[in-house]
């Protein structure tokens, strides 16, 4: 994989690079699916079309220092950041676009845009997003609001509800309340929902913290184990149905992909489904029918809009198997985005080939970057 072929080159990035757009790959992370960030990340890095792009690498470590020319997959086999990466930071000011070395300050590489390729808090969940705004960078996918609330599971239901999408009952929970009254929790979600049901932490994806609980020992377990990842916890009903999940792609006025279908190779889709079995069907285009699939996509982009995303998100289903009731699991703001990842696999096949779909995101965080700019940020009298 070659980004620039010295760091020196990195550092003289303003001067070396004048007729390209300077695109930072930002990825890692203080998050539980770091390592799904590396693989997404190196994708996307040999995906990036060098005609049109400089590509900045910028690595975050698991303890959350930022490593300009980071490479991910040397990081994924060795296990840490090692190499010749240099420390560096961004600072929230809307005059200058640089990142900064952390040894003596100096300028080390100027970004036009940034693709955070950082699934989970501290990447998805729009902190992160909240520093590109403070420093004026474009970057792709939703900004601060979208981001948190599609990030944080209970506030995202809350806000489906609000806007009249069917959904799954759930029951939302704090970890504080779980640890002062575990017999009142147990009780209420038996009551509420039964057994089977899901356990997640509120606050993270890639299925991790998940459980599936059938009785009260298991539900104590999963709570347990998800309080590990979130002090927000959220436990939903079972549904059994077909799990079907679509792209969307645009800011103001989205396009929705073809559906598909994912087939787990275990009890649920979970983070070893995802990414270490392998086995795991994904049936593209979903077989469903026409009025079902109209359905999901208008659905679909209400929830787009409502949760205020922009750029890209992937939205999940459930379509019930008996009835064919179709009810919105989920929205994620920065999907997977690996070659055989969901997301580019569905514009891929609805005619967006992956290097194309990142263009179109490039292009996109451009013009949302021109349009937030078009607004006042004082008042004079």
């Known amino acids: ?25 930002l990825f890692g992370g203080r998050s539980g699916e770091h390592e799904v960030s590396l693989n997404s990340a190196n994708s996307i890095l040999n995906a990036l079309d060098r005609e049109k792009y400089e590509i900045v690498p910028i690595g975050i470590t698991k303890q959350g220092s930022w490593r300009l ?19 560096a930071t961004m600072i929230p000011d809307p005059n200058t676009n640089k990142l900064l070395s952390l040894s003596d300050g100096a300028d080390l590489a100027e970004i036009d845009v940034i693709i955070p390729v950082l699934h989970g808090t501290y990447g998805e969940d729009g902190t992160v ?47 504080r309340e779980w640890e002062k009254d575990q017999e009142k929790v147990l009780s209420s979600v038996e009551k ?15 299925s991790v913290g998940i459980s599936k609980a059938h009785n009260r020992e298991e539900l104590t377990n999963a709570i347990n184990m998800a309080c590990e990842y979130d002090r927000r916890i959220v436990v939903e009903e079972f549904i059994d149905a077909r799990e079907i999940e679509v792209g969307v792609l645009g800011n103001d006025e989205p396009k929705i992909s073809v559906l598909g279908e994912i087939v787990p190779c275990n009890e649920f889709y979970d983070y070893k489904a995802k990414y270490i079995d392998g086995d795991s069907a994904l049936i593209i285009p979903a ?18 809009r409502a949760l205020d995303c922009a750029g890209l998100s992937r939205v999940d289903f459930f379509v019930t198997k008996a009835e064919g009731k179709i009810y919105i699991n989920e929205v994620n703001t920065l999907p997977g985005f690996t070659k055989i990842s969901m997301y580019p696999k569905l514009w891929e096949a609805t005619g967006i080939p992956y290097s194309q779909l990142l263009s179109e995101l490039i292009d996109l965080a451009i013009e949302r970057h021109a349009d937030k700019n078009r607004s006042k940020t004082t008042f004079d009298l």
């Open 1 to 25: 994989m070659i980004y620039l072929d010295k760091l020196d080159c990195i550092i003289n990035l303003g001067a070396s690079c004048l007729k390209k757009l300077r695109v930072g790959v």
């Open 69 to 87: 020319g980071a490479d991910p997959a040397k990081i994924l086999e060795e296990g840490d950041f090692k190499g010749d990466s240099i420390p």
């Open 129 to 175: 997003q909240g520093l590109f705004e403070l420093a004026n960078i474009p970057y792709v996918g939703a900004g601060v609001l979208g981001s948190a609330a599609g990030m944080d599971k209970i506030v995202m239901k809350s806000v489906f509800a609000a806007a009249g999408l069917p959904q799954a009952r759930y029951v939302g929970l704090l970890r």
């Open 192 to 206: 509420e929902l039964g057994y089977p049901c899901f356990v997640k932490p509120a606050n993270l994806g890639s």
């Open 287 to 304: 077989e469903i029918s026409g009025a079902a699939c109209e359905q999901i996509k208008e659905i679909a982009a209400k929830a787009f």
